[in-house]
């Protein structure tokens, strides 16, 4: 059966409890005398729906993007001739394309060819390219229906090939109201739509540059008499607190907002604070002992990692090192020695699994402090560049997917010195750099030594002189 899903071209989306808040605001705001409504950078048209869904009329939403992706439907949506858009087909799928005598069936098939580019690329799965060319017909046909239910939707809203900077900043009736999300990430457009030769497409417009433009355009639009409602990621700092309408962490590092230039229009909108955190997880230790001064590693010493829930790991983690931010490790374990805590570790595989590289990442690692071991973390780091290490990625990160090949482990640290003692003899720098705030971010890899966890064992035995 094919199986394609027209929102996986266009990667992000507005999460439904922030459309729900967003459409509560526009109903208010309708209520009270808005008639229109613009949304750049509108890439799924996800807020257009919202819009409607209070009233407003198609006609007097108006809409703008650069990418290929919104413009097709765009164009589809304001019946515009899409073969106006400046995009070329390679020569293998001109043909096919020139046979077909209405724009519905056109941006079908486009949107096929942008899946087959997308998925050329996703290695591990060749079968899903191969599917999507042998069933071709079924394909095309289940987009042109998806593309179908959209157009019933949005059909009559305005839309616009248009640089978001020159939208925001168009003077505007009071009564109009502005919504924005912009790219967040630089060149995402690029990378997102970079068909590699079954597909060309030039907007003409540079992308937005979120560091360097989001705080000075947001400033800038304050100047504008209609209220613009702007998203915005990661923090809030230097704003003005007022302007901060909806707030909601996920998780640590990642916290979603939306900020609004004129919140006096918001008076009487009885939910014009919404503001939620998530439920910090509560960290627990494992149900063994810490390695403690009065133990002893020996050469008969068993080494041995354990697989543990997120919040245990991270119990060690602070214990060891402190409280820190958000990991972004996918996979936690617990190194044991004789049965006892010593170290904890955070590894992410989704590149290695991706087959976008061959190394396993280390995301933190971190062990008891000693007296006795002062080198406890060399301990750690030369068990999980050990050859050895590789079993447990095979046993327990990944249970089905042996298509992969690993060959070494990569990591990234912040330090006060241009060098990681831990590092030495063990992983190769491979970049490094003085940040602003002091510290050097550096990057190191190995390919796994050739010895087991016996004998790494007995060279840091040997190496540090506790034979």
Same mark, same amino acid.
């Given at each position: 059966?094919?199986? +394609?899903?027209?929102?996986? @071209?266009?990667?992000?989306?507005?999460?439904?409890?922030?459309?729900?808040?967003?459409?509560?605001?526009?109903?208010?705001?309708?209520?009270?005398?808005?008639?229109?409504?613009?949304?750049?950078?509108?890439? +799924?048209?996800?807020?257009?729906?919202?819009?409607?869904?209070?009233?407003? !009329?198609? %006609?007097?939403?108006?809409?703008?993007?650069?990418?290929?992706? $919104?413009?097709?439907?765009?164009?589809?949506? $304001?019946?515009?001739?899409?073969?106006?858009?400046?995009?070329?087909?390679?020569?293998?799928?001109?043909?096919?394309?020139?046979?077909?005598?209405?724009?519905?069936?056109?941006?079908?098939?486009? *949107?096929?060819?942008?899946?087959?580019?997308?998925?050329?690329?996703?290695?591990?799965?060749? /079968?899903?390219? &191969?599917?999507?060319?042998?069933?071709?017909?079924?394909? @095309?046909?289940?987009?042109?229906?998806?593309? !179908?239910?959209?157009?019933?939707?949005?059909?009559?809203?305005?839309?616009?090939?248009?640089?978001?900077?020159?939208?925001?900043? &168009?003077?505007?009736?009071?009564?109009?109201?502005?919504?924005?999300?912009?790219?967040?990430?630089?060149?995402?457009?690029?990378?997102?739509?970079?068909?590699?030769?079954?597909?060309?497409?030039?907007?003409?417009?540079?992308? *937005?540059?979120?560091?360097? /433009?989001?705080?000075?355009?947001?400033?800038?639009?304050?100047? @504008?008499?209609?209220?613009?409602?702007?998203?915005?990621?990661?923090?809030?700092?230097?704003?003005?607190?007022? /302007?901060?309408?909806?707030?909601?962490?996920?998780?640590?590092?990642?916290q979603d907002y939306w900020l609004i230039t004129k919140p006096e229009v918001l008076d009487g909108f009885?939910?014009?604070?919404? @503001?939620?955190?998530?439920?910090?997880?509560?960290?627990?230790?494992?149900?063994?002992?810490?390695?403690? %001064?009065?133990?002893?590693?020996?050469?008969?010493?068993?080494?041995?990692?354990?697989?543990?829930?997120?919040?245990?790991?991270?119990?060690?983690?602070?214990?060891?090192?402190?409280?820190?931010?958000?990991?972004?490790?996918?996979?936690?374990?617990?190194?044991?020695?004789?049965? #006892?805590?010593?170290?904890?570790?955070?590894?992410?595989? $989704?590149?290695?699994?991706?087959?976008? +590289?061959?190394?396993?990442?280390?995301?933190?690692?971190?062990?008891?402090?000693?007296?006795?071991?002062? =080198?406890?973390?060399?301990?750690?780091?030369?068990?999980?560049?050990?050859? /050895?290490?590789?079993?447990?990625?095979?046993?327990?990160?990944?249970?089905?997917? =042996?298509?992969?090949?690993?060959?070494?482990?990569?990591?990234?640290?912040?330090?006060?010195?241009?060098?990681?003692?831990?590092? !030495?003899?063990?992983?190769?720098?491979?970049?490094?750099?003085?940040?602003?705030?002091?510290?050097?971010?550096? +990057?190191?890899?190995?390919?796994?030594?050739?010895?087991?966890?016996?004998?790494?064992?007995?060279?840091?035995? #040997?190496?540090?002189?506790?034979?």
């Open positions: 059966m094919a199986q +394609q899903q027209l929102d996986k @071209i266009f990667l992000g989306h507005t999460p439904i409890k922030q459309r729900n808040y967003l459409t509560a605001i526009l109903l208010f705001l309708k209520n009270n005398g808005y008639e229109k409504v613009i949304i750049p950078a509108c890439g +799924q048209f996800t807020l257009v729906q919202c819009a409607l869904s209070v009233g407003f !009329k198609a %006609e007097n939403i108006y809409t703008s993007d650069i990418s290929l992706y $919104s413009s097709l439907l765009g164009y589809l949506f $304001s019946k515009k001739n899409i073969d106006k858009l400046n995009f070329t087909l390679n020569s293998k799928y001109i043909n096919s394309y020139n046979k077909l005598d209405n724009d519905l069936d056109r941006v079908a098939y486009i *949107f096929w060819v942008m899946k087959l580019s997308q998925l050329s690329k996703v290695h591990y799965r060749p /079968e899903l390219y &191969a599917n999507l060319n042998s069933k071709k017909s079924e394909h @095309i046909k289940q987009l042109k229906t998806q593309i !179908k239910a959209l157009y019933d939707s949005f059909e009559g809203i305005n839309y616009d090939i248009s640089d978001l900077r020159s939208d925001i900043m &168009a003077e505007r009736d009071k009564k109009t109201v502005v919504i924005v999300n912009p790219p967040v990430f630089k060149k995402g457009y690029e990378k997102m739509f970079d068909f590699d030769g079954y597909l060309e497409y030039e907007s003409g417009i540079e992308e *937005f540059d979120w560091k360097a /433009e989001y705080k000075i355009l947001y400033e800038n639009s304050k100047q @504008i008499a209609c209220p613009i409602i702007w998203y915005r990621y990661r923090d809030v700092k230097n704003f003005n607190k007022k /302007e901060v309408i909806f707030a909601k962490e996920y998780k640590v590092g990642k009885k939910d014009i604070k919404n @503001i939620s955190s998530f439920s910090k997880k509560i960290l627990k230790p494992y149900n063994r002992p810490i390695f403690n %001064e009065k133990d002893i590693i020996t050469k008969d010493s068993i080494v041995q990692f354990v697989n543990v829930p997120v919040d245990v790991c991270l119990y060690y983690r602070d214990l060891f090192a402190h409280k820190l931010g958000n990991t972004g490790a996918e996979h936690y374990y617990l190194m044991l020695v004789d049965n #006892k805590v010593f170290s904890t570790v955070g590894f992410s595989t $989704s590149k290695l699994f991706r087959l976008q +590289q061959e190394m396993i990442f280390e995301n933190f690692g971190f062990s008891i402090s000693s007296k006795k071991y002062p =080198r406890s973390n060399k301990l750690l780091m030369m068990m999980i560049t050990s050859k /050895e290490i590789i079993k447990v990625i095979h046993d327990e990160m990944s249970s089905k997917n =042996r298509i992969y090949k690993v060959k070494g482990l990569k990591t990234t640290c912040l330090s006060k010195y241009r060098t990681i003692k831990t590092h !030495k003899g063990i992983l190769k720098r491979t970049f490094r750099e003085l940040q602003p705030n002091g510290l050097y971010r550096i +990057q190191a890899e190995t390919d796994f030594h050739d010895r087991d966890f016996k004998e790494t064992l007995l060279l840091f035995l #040997k190496e540090n002189d506790y034979e």
